[in-house]
């Protein structure tokens, strides 16, 4: 984007691979050191589709203590109009340590390795439901799908990044956190800064200059993000689910 004379080039990645290409010949040494320090999980997402209804009494949880399952969601619950006909589609996602321990080429996943994740997930299921292993209707259709970099494990804990004499910025959701809020509030907080860095002229750009020095700290949060103002309500023990939902 432009003014006049100035001009600025904006990056919003999170898939630090893809990241690291677009800053390699980009002449940003900063950015690019600052983007090499982001570090990222690995998840498997399962898509089993059963012929009925799981013994399930909710539509989506977070799962606790259970390695291969960190959320499992209906999807069918999505589609009003099928939820009493048609397949009943649930997604799970697998934790972050089971996603890097059975870590593969993503775009191109072993049967093997496909197979074994699969029947882990699903085992995984029945442990957080408390039920017997094996009593879990099978799925007559499952796709596993390794989400190679998922979620951000770290994060400099800053709204963007700006280099002014680079006329660069850097915006998403790692920066702040690790959810779709994290992200509005990034992009929104790089186009004011580029607003008033314009606004200035740019005649005095090292006052412009924001994220480039920071030091990434851990980032908590669920296995598949962080969702501000969520609260967790934990179910009755006496129903033996490990779950908190």
């Not at 399952?69 to 589609?79: D, E, G, Q, V, Y």
């Not at 109009?81 to 993503?106: D, E, I, M, Y």
């Not at 400099?156 to 509005?184: K, N, V, Y």
Request: one cysteine or more; charged letters at 15%; proline letters at 6%.
């Amino acid at each position: 984007m432009g003014n006049g004379s100035l001009s600025v080039s904006i990056c919003y990645t999170r898939v630090g691979k893809c990241a690291n290409r677009l800053l390699a010949s980009s002449g940003l040494p900063l950015v690019a050191r600052q983007m090499k320090k982001l570090e990222l999980s690995s998840i498997w997402a399962l898509l089993a589709a059963f012929e009925d209804p799981l013994p399930i009494p909710f539509e989506g949880a977070f799962v606790k203590g259970v390695d291969s399952i960190s959320w499992m969601a209906n999807n069918t619950k999505k589609l009003l109009h099928l939820q009493n006909s048609g397949p009943h589609c649930w997604t799970f996602f697998s934790t972050a340590a089971f996603g890097k321990r059975n870590k593969v080429p993503q775009e191109n996943i072993p049967t093997v390795t496909a197979e074994k994740v699969k029947e882990a997930m699903l085992a995984g299921v029945e442990t957080a439901l408390g039920i017997s292993a094996g009593s879990l209707n099978r799925p007559f259709y499952t796709r596993v799908q390794l989400w190679g970099a998922a979620l951000p494990t770290n994060t400099p804990g800053i709204p963007c990044i700006f280099d002014p004499h680079g006329r660069a910025g850097i915006c998403g959701d790692w920066l702040l956190g690790s959810s779709l809020e994290s992200a509005f509030l990034s992009g929104m907080a790089l186009a004011n800064h580029i607003a008033d860095y314009f606004q200035s002229g740019g005649v005095r750009p090292d006052e412009f200059a924001v994220g480039l020095h920071e030091e990434f700290q851990p980032l908590e949060g669920h296995d598949i993000g962080q969702f501000p103002g969520l609260g967790s309500k934990k179910m009755d023990e006496a129903q033996a689910y490990q779950l908190s939902i």
